[in-house]
């Protein structure tokens, strides 16, 4: 009888654990493509305490508002070791939202090509706009690393080689990926990269800001070798992105090489380690301009410790990545389960991020994975 109770515990053990196993990802793949959904694309509001009834000088050291603070949500992929044994992942994922609203501390996704301004201003009674519109998306920018800064310290406090995921909030779908997969993606191109490299960046297809073409320029022929070197790894051609580039000059921020390349850095995702990533972003709450600009910066500096996606395994830029509706990831469905895959590699792609001119083609397939 004994022996029976036993036998019933353990296969009732296995039972959960292999439940687990089998739906590890897929409530992540529901939950960002609800931020999807959910993402109102709206300019970003005001967050600073000031009088409207006068001039008050330079605002950006005003309180912030109460509503108006960000904060780094942690996801779950749903591992055995959280479920059965309630214990921390082996890769925390999150990523940083306005606290109570769940919307992105970032502006809308046009905002990089021209098609809106990114945050509210407001002009006084005697003429001057104080904040401006740029004032206001520089603090959210700030807010939006605040709240950061007290995830990855929390984990550096623990451990600081932990390995985190930080992606942008509402505008990135997840792929289905495990964490056995997401550890394997990672490593595979840090090994592709060279020995040293420890934080995996998104790449893309357009500098962002684009006048930071000129400073991949400089730097050409070592970048060259090692994106070649990557690709080649994964055998892709060195052109994969020439198929699915649909760059102009004439837009903001829409300019590609020529031909077009899948080469530069995107700060909507990062992988490292937490003390790495803490590193990497800590000037934000100062640095005068966006955070792409610094992230890309920060690659072009220190490309001993920073690599980039090149080939799209592990994350997948979508913008100007879109030509007569053929993209380079298609979503699947194998057994009930949709997932994301890269078609150039033929494998899973753990995260997509529709930033700039590609977040109507995600929100599409945020509908098709919720469906």
């Known amino acids: 009888m004994a022996s029976a109770v036993l036998g019933a515990l353990v296969c009732g053990a296995l039972s959960a654990a292999a439940t687990a ?24 509001p005001i967050p600073w305490e000031f009088s409207i009834e006068r001039d008050v000088g330079y605002v950006g050291e005003h309180p912030i508002l109460e509503n108006s603070t960000a904060e780094a949500k942690q996801e779950s992929l749903g591992t055995v070791r959280e479920i059965q044994d309630g214990l921390t992942p082996n890769i925390p994922v999150a990523a940083v939202a306005i606290k ?6 970032a502006p ?13 201003d407001y002009m006084h009674l005697n003429g001057v706009v104080n904040p401006t519109a740029d004032l206001t998306v520089w603090q959210w920018q700030r807010n939006k690393w605040f709240g950061l800064k007290k995830w990855l310290e929390f984990w550096i406090s623990r451990y600081p080689e932990k390995l985190v995921v930080v992606h942008s909030y509402g505008d990135v779908l997840f792929g289905g990926c ?33 006048d930071m073409g000129w400073a991949y320029q400089r730097w050409n022929e070592s970048l060259v070798n090692r994106t070649h070197s990557v690709l080649d790894s994964y055998g892709m ?13 004439s837009v903001p921020n829409s300019q590609c ?12 995702f990062i992988m490292g380690p937490a003390n790495d990533v803490y590193e990497m972003l800590s000037g934000l709450s100062t640095y005068p301009g966006l955070e792409n600009r610094l992230v890309n910066e920060y690659f072009l500096a220190n490309p001993d410790v920073v690599t980039l996606d090149y080939p799209g395994t592990l994350v997948l830029s979508l913008h100007n990545m879109v030509k007569d509706g ?6 699947v469905t194998t057994g009930g389960t949709k997932s994301l895959r890269n078609k150039e590699t033929g494998q899973a792609v753990c995260f997509v991020h529709g930033n700039g001119n590609s977040f109507d083609v995600i929100k599409g397939w945020a509908e098709q994975l919720k469906a």
């Open 108 to 120: 809308p996704s046009s905002f990089r090509t021209g098609g809106t301004v990114g945050g509210m």
């Open 178 to 210: 495990n964490e056995t997969t997401l550890q394997y993606k990672y490593d595979s191109l840090v090994a592709a990269s060279g020995s040293t490299t420890k934080i995996v960046l998104a790449a893309e297809v357009s500098p962002y800001p684009s």
């Open 21 to 44: 196993r089998r739906q590890e990802g897929q409530d992540l793949v529901a939950e960002l493509a609800e931020q999807v959904l959910a993402n109102k694309q709206e300019i970003l």
């Open 100 to 105: 109570d609203l769940d919307q992105p501390p």
């Open 257 to 268: 090489s020529s031909p077009p390349r899948y080469q530069y850095a995107n700060a909507g």
């Open 237 to 249: 051609s060195h052109g994969w992105a020439e198929t699915y580039a649909n760059c102009s000059a």
């Open 326 to 331: 053929n993209t380079p990831v298609e979503v």
